[in-house]
């Protein structure tokens, strides 16, 4: 093949291949296979995320030492997951108003 019939590159760009986020990974943090590490300083605070972890169906390793600052990082990232946010559509112009007027919404509100 000729120089003037190829238009494009033989092989990819290394700089894009590997880049990107991980949409399909196989380890689900707080799952039984990969559990959280937690680490709290008294008993009473372990039961405390206990239930935490329970209402949320997460699982945990939870450490007790006093002596260790309390690490709750972890399930604090996996609680502050950020929600879908869902916009209302806006009626076409021949549809009710949804205000309810009963008049069409170019005439009323659009």
Known sequence: MSKFFFKGRIDKRENYAGGGYETKR???PGS???PLNISVQTD???IE????LASNSLFANIEVNAEVEENLSELN????TP???VVDKTPGRNDPCSCGS???YKKCCG
């Open 44 to 46: 009473e605070r372990r």
């Open 26 to 28: 196989t380890e689900k």
């Open 77 to 80: 990232g996996m609680l502050d």
């Open 49 to 52: 995320i206990e239930a935490i």
């Open 32 to 34: 039984e296979d990969f």
């Open 102 to 104: 009963g008049k069409k």
């Open 83 to 85: 929600k879908t946010m």
